[in-house]
Every structure is written in structure tokens, then in C-alpha cells.
């Protein structure tokens, strides 16, 4: 009789110092008063110690969270530490403090942005949303696929939700390997018909198509569409060479995912979890272009995106997208359902993932706002009732673990100290 596979219990937690200030930083130069805005006078420091509860799980050695309320910073702060201070990492290791000025991999939030490059397309007449793909790549129409839009694809509706397979890492970092999988493979569902998360696949269509129609890299779109105009540091895909050695390093924490839930990451991930975190610090993966999964910014820059969302298309006088544009890419396009990859009800609009009530992915009563998960952690959102935007960055990846309640109290915590208005409503 075969043996049953041995269980790995261990609970991987960062370590937490006595003195929550010696691993704190704070951008004071930025934050404005709360009271100055008609907030609580404490609306600052009640959501910041329930950051603070969040760190002290353990779930990740480092988080940096940026608030904005009517376009002003409210808080703008990290604790922990982007390197040396993970589970694996010993007593003896060097650490490095994160700070408000460090770039964390959004991972899926990235899926936004990559859906804005391609709303601004449209917004410039270059496509239209309601084309086959394969009006703009012909050899996408192969196998059943020729009547894939880009909205579907836009809202995980275009039946290629993973790679098929046992699907090498490496293959992430060869993006026309990639696309030939993509362009032969065969649908899951017709164009359309069923709604299913797609965690890698569609980001690689939509930067192919923009750099078809632009007929240059994305990255350099983006360079030219969002990150000058906004005078981002990061806020692109991977990082320069140069800045290598500034990224936070992402770290397994918590305990190991066992089954089902180590099927149900497969299923969605398209492998395991823990190899979805050794590649994310392959240098590799700073190089490459990873369209819904490798972009790096700090929460500061993350936040403005979403504010510049939430405003508009305009901020601080730099018009980028026109109202209308941005309307296009986050009201929901269809009844929430349950999703065939998450397995769990979802909300989408073309590009975010859309809030609920009573309880949503960015906190209680969130039904107007639209931002984006990534790995599991990590989310950037606006909300248009309460006048806000948000990014919550975080370098532990954990599946199973103590964190999930602290988590979403932080988010709880900055719906609470927002008023609702009712201009949304």
C-alpha cells in the first residue's frame, strides 16, 4: 500500500520587531491633515493601525498602502521590508527596509492598466472595442476563435482562459511562444459565452494588439500614455536594469497549499503557487513583458493611476482619457455570475474588477468602485462614492494563513473613514 504524502504544517511567518517604528516609513511630506479635508482628525492613524494588525501576522515581511481623498494624500506609508526579512531568509541576513519609494510587482492589478492602453486606442479611433481580434491578428481566428472580440477578451468572456498543459515557466518570458499557444488553441467556450477568469492569457492578446496597431512596444505606449504625462519613477512593466536591485522581493508565507487549494492555484495560475513566486523574482521577470502580471510601482504611483481613473482622465491638468473613455472601461458589463476559473461570484467591467454590496473585494457598500486584485495580496481601487483611491501593496504571497481578516479590515477601515456622498448612487 503506497504511502500517503507527508503534510508540510509549517506556518512560514516574517519577523515581526518589538518596535513597530524602526521598520516604518512615512512620505510626511505628501499626507495632509485628515481634519484639513473634513475627515476625522484620526481617520489617518485608525487606518494605519490596521495596517499595522495586518503586519504583525507575519503574511508580509513588507506593505505600503497610499490613500488619496479629493485628489489629496491622505496617507502615504510602508513597514516591513522589501528583502532580507523573509521566512527563508536567516537571522543573518542583510534587510532592506520597505519604503513609500519601493516598487512592488502589482501582479494581476496589472490587467488594468495593459485595458487602459487599449480603451485609449479606441478613445483615438485606432480600433473599436467590438472588433475581432482577428481583424487586427489574423492568425488569433484560428481554431474557432475568429469571432472573439476585444471586449470579450477585455471581460474574460474570450474562451482562452489558461495555457493547456504542462506549460513551462520559462515560456512566460518568450512572448511569441506565447501567442502561438494562444493563437491555436482551442476555445473553451465560444467568444462570449462564459465567463472565466483569464490570470495570463488575455494580457498577452491585448499587448500584442496594441503594439500591432501602434506598431511599437508597449512598454513604450505606456511610457508615452500615462507614465511621462504623470511623471511616474516606475509604473511599467519589469523595471530597468538599473533599478534591479530596488524591487521588493516576494516571499512565500504561511502554510503551503495543499489540496484542493494547490489544484485550484494550478487551475487558475496555470501552475503551482510557489512556482508562480520563484519566477516572479527571476531576473527574467524584470526584464520581460508580462502584460497582466509583471507591472512594478510603488503604492503612491498605483493610487494616482486609479485617482486619475477616478477623476475623470484628467489629474493635476494633464488630460489623458476622455470621461466618456473612462465610463466605457468601468461600468459593468454584464450580472455578476460565478466565474468558471475563480470559482466564486464576480463583478467585471471591461478591464477592473467592480466592488459589491454589502461585502466586495475593496471593503463594505463598494458597489460603485472598480480596481484590480493581484496575487492574492495585493489591490489598487477608486471609488467614486466616497472620493477616494487606494493602493495596498504587500510582498508576501500567502494562500493559507492568519492574514485574510486583517487584510480585509484594512480595507473595512478606509470605506469607514470615507463618507459616502450620494452623487454615485
Not at 120 to 143: C, K, M, S, T
Not at 184 to 209: C, D, K, M, W
Not at 370 to 376: E, T
Request: with cysteine.
Amino acid at each position: 500500500m503506497a504511502a500517503l504524502p507527508r503534510l508540510d504544517l509549517t506556518v512560514h511567518r516574517s519577523r515581526i520587531p518589538a518596535n513597530l517604528g524602526s521598520v516604518t516609513t512615512r512620505d510626511a511630506s505628501r499626507e495632509v491633515r485628515a481634519d484639513d479635508l473634513g475627515l476625522a482628525s484620526d481617520a489617518a492613524e485608525r487606518i494605519w493601525a490596521r495596517t499595522e494588525a495586518l503586519y504583525r501576522t507575519g503574511t508580509s515581511p513588507g506593505i505600503s498602502l497610499c490613500v488619496r481623498y479629493r485628489g489629496q494624500v491622505v496617507l502615504n506609508r510602508a513597514i516591513g521590508h522589501a528583502r532580507g526579512n523573509g521566512p527563508q531568509d536567516s537571522d543573518y541576513s542583510e534587510k532592506e527596509l520597505l519604503t513609500p519609494d519601493t516598487p512592488v510587482c502589482l501582479f494581476s492589478a496589472s490587467k488594468a492598466v495593459t485595458a487602459m492602453l487599449v480603451h485609449w486606442l479606441a478613445q483615438e479611433g485606432r480600433l473599436n472595442l467590438l472588433d475581432p481580434v482577428a481583424h487586427y491578428i489574423p492568425e488569433f481566428a484560428a481554431n474557432g476563435k475568429r469571432n472573439v472580440t476585444i471586449q470579450h477578451l477585455l471581460s474574460h468572456r474570450g474562451g482562452v482562459p489558461r495555457l493547456e498543459g504542462d506549460v513551462d515557466p520559462a515560456l512566460l518570458f518568450d512572448h511569441a511562444a506565447v501567442m502561438d499557444m494562444l493563437c491555436n488553441a482551442q476555445p473553451v467556450s465560444p467568444g462570449g459565452r462564459r465567463q472565466a477568469y483569464h490570470a495570463i492569457t488575455a494580457g498577452f492578446i491585448l499587448a500584442e494588439l496594441v503594439e500591432r496597431v501602434e506598431g511599437r512596444s508597449v512598454r513604450d505606449v505606456l511610457d508615452d500614455v500615462i507614465c511621462k504625462p504623470l511623471g511616474m519613477r516606475y509604473f511599467n512593466f519589469g523595471v530597468r536594469p538599473s533599478d534591479r536591485d530596488k524591487v521588493a522581493l516576494n516571499y512565500l508565507t504561511g502554510m503551503k497549499p495543499m489540496f484542493p487549494l494547490d489544484r485550484y492555484m494550478k487551475h487558475v495560475l496555470g501552475g503551482s503557487f510557489e512556482t508562480a513566486i520563484e519566477v516572479s523574482n527571476d531576473p527574467r521577470w524584470l526584464d520581460a513583458v508580462i502584460p497582466a502580471g509583471n507591472m512594478y510601482a510603488t503604492a503612491e504611483e498605483a493610487c494616482r493611476f486609479f485617482e486619475l481613473l477616478r477623476q475623470g482622465g484628467s489629474l493635476d491638468g494633464t488630460q489623458i482619457f476622455d470621461p466618456l473613455t473612462v465610463h466605457r472601461a468601468v461600468v459593468e458589463c454584464g450580472k455578476p455570475e460565478i466565474d468558471a476559473t475563480l470559482m466564486m461570484p464576480m463583478r467585471y467591467s471591461m478591464g477592473m474588477m467592480l466592488g459589491s454590496r454589502p461585502f466586495g473585494l475593496m471593503g463594505p457598500s463598494t458597489e460603485q468602485a472598480f480596481g484590480h486584485l493581484g496575487f492574492v495580496s495585493v489591490i489598487a481601487w477608486a471609488d467614486p462614492e466616497r472620493e477616494l483611491s487606494a493602493a495596498l501593496l504587500t510582498n508576501g504571497k500567502t494562500l493559507i494563513g492568519n492574514h485574510f481578516v486583517p487584510w480585509y479590515q484594512v480595507l473595512s477601515e478606509i470605506a469607514r473613514q470615507f463618507p459616502q456622498t450620494s452623487l454615485h448612487k
